[in-house]
């Protein structure tokens, strides 16, 4: 079996501070780990993904992930939040072999001004 | 390169009816996914199809529900009989290639109200 956990339900940072949004995984295998992002009444939007190589994922708008194998974490970063970042972020993992994403439960980050 | 579309973006009806959602995935896209968001909750795998043959579905499939993608191409997911409880987010998903290292790219959702 899989899974994720985010474990802040909301991370609250002020605009042009870093901001860093936690996941952790459990899987039996190889994981490949993704990061999406949603804004209200709309679907999910792509923003990076870990496959193999480089721990350190850079991706759109700005964001990157460091994945950690030892601490089976994959941290989302920026290192200047924006107020327009402002949205509902999920990570979700996928075993290498498999089909199905299985996603955390999402983290709320609130960029105040 | 148009994205997943969706149809309807949002459905009410009542407690009993059928409903249908269509999804229309990025084209060449050989593989398509739906998945169930509840309010507050991280979408929900529900089944999967590579091309035309449904290759993977969830226990949260109950009987009730049904989903089709003839000719490989869009996909339709059904659901009899509706309760309350199927009222949810339902998303679709595309993504292209043979192995899982491509993302999956979603549409904007169908919202199911159950009356």
């Known amino acids: 079996a899989q899974s994720v956990a985010q474990p802040e339900d909301q991370v609250n940072v002020a605009e042009g501070n870093p901001l860093t949004v936690k996941c952790t995984y459990s899987?039996?295998?190889?994981?490949?780990l993704f990061w999406y992002v949603q804004y209200p009444n709309r679907g999910l939007q792509f923003l990076l993904k870990?496959?193999?190589?480089?721990?350190l994922v850079k991706g759109s708008y700005g964001f990157e992930a460091e994945f950690n194998k030892s601490q089976t974490s994959f941290h989302l970063k920026k290192p200047s939040a924006l107020v327009s970042d402002s949205a509902l972020y999920f990570c979700?993992?996928?075993?290498?072999?498999?089909?199905?994403?299985?996603f955390g439960g999402g983290t709320r980050l609130m960029v105040k001004p | 390169d148009t994205g997943v579309s969706q149809n309807p973006r949002h459905k009410i009806t009542k407690r009993g009816q059928n409903v249908t959602f269509r999804c229309d995935p990025i084209?060449?896209?050989?593989?398509l996914y739906w998945y169930r968001q509840t309010l507050g909750q991280g979408p929900e795998f529900l089944t999967y199809?590579?091309?035309?043959?449904?290759?993977?579905k969830s226990r949260l499939l109950s009987d009730r529900f049904s989903a089709e993608r003839p000719k490989g191409s869009f996909s339709t997911l059904e659901i009899q009989r509706t309760e309350q409880g199927d009222s949810a987010m339902y998303l679709c998903?595309?993504?292209?290639?043979?192995?899982?290292?491509?993302?999956?790219?979603f549409g904007d959702g169908t919202r199911l109200s159950i009356l």
């Open positions: 998903a595309s993504s292209v290639g043979q192995g899982g290292n491509q993302p999956q790219h």
């Open positions: 899987v039996s295998g190889n994981p490949y």
């Open positions: 870990y496959i193999t190589g480089d721990n």
């Open positions: 979700a993992v996928r075993l290498n072999a498999g089909n199905m994403l299985t």
């Open positions: 084209s060449e896209h050989n593989r």
């Open positions: 199809f590579q091309n035309e043959a449904q290759l993977e």
